[in-house]
């Protein structure tokens, strides 16, 4: 029996949770998430531990910040003055927004708090700066 290596298409259904155990994400209520193993779909840390199972096995990982969503970056939190709004958008805590960086790239960002004449803006991803369990299960190999 073949076990994933680089290059390999895998499907697999996983269960990420927090360090405190509050799930994430599942691809237990879908169908499993299929990848090829090195071209960087995934986070490192996940690749790794897909890297030499067989199909049927099953594991659970621990994977650091690091090898997941990076770390926290103070950088990618900012204050803007509450004027540049548009007029459509009433800012509140929690509010998702897509921006444009002044290279002309999409980012994501979450509204994190908002005071009489500033938003406060987090553009990191929702798990930077988590340590990341997954239990993983390989369904297909090919």
């Given at each position: 029996?073949?076990?994933?290596g680089?290059?390999?298409?895998?499907?697999?259904?996983?269960?990420g949770?927090?360090?405190?155990?509050?799930?994430?994400?599942?691809?237990?209520?879908?169908?499993?998430?299929?990848?090829?193993?090195?071209?960087?779909?995934?986070?490192?840390?996940?690749?790794?531990?897909?890297t030499?199972m067989?199909?049927?096995?099953?594991?659970?990982?621990?994977?650091?910040a690091?090898?997941?969503?990076?770390?926290h970056?103070?950088e990618?939190?900012i204050?803007?003055?509450?004027?540049q709004?548009?007029?459509n958008?009433?800012?509140?805590?929690?509010?998702?927004?897509?921006?444009?960086s002044?290279?002309?790239?999409?980012?994501?960002?979450?509204?994190t708090?908002?005071?009489a004449?500033?938003?406060?803006?987090?553009?990191?991803?929702?798990?930077?700066?988590?340590?990341?369990?997954?239990?993983?299960?390989?369904?297909?190999?090919?």
């Amino acid at each position: 029996m073949s076990s994933a290596g680089s290059g390999s298409t895998v499907k697999v259904h996983y269960t990420g949770t927090l360090e405190d155990g509050n799930v994430f994400d599942s691809s237990r209520d879908r169908d499993p998430i299929e990848f090829i193993i090195g071209d960087g779909q995934m986070i490192p840390g996940f690749e790794k531990a897909v890297t030499g199972m067989k199909v049927g096995d099953a594991k659970t990982v621990k994977i650091s910040a690091s090898e997941a969503y990076g770390a926290h970056r103070d950088e990618l939190v900012i204050k803007i003055d509450r004027s540049q709004f548009p007029d459509n958008i009433v800012p509140i805590a929690g509010l998702q927004l897509s921006l444009k960086s002044p290279e002309g790239q999409i980012v994501n960002a979450v509204i994190t708090s908002v005071e009489a004449d500033t938003v406060m803006l987090d553009a990191n991803h929702p798990l930077a700066g988590k340590d990341l369990t997954f239990d993983i299960e390989l369904m297909e190999i090919f």
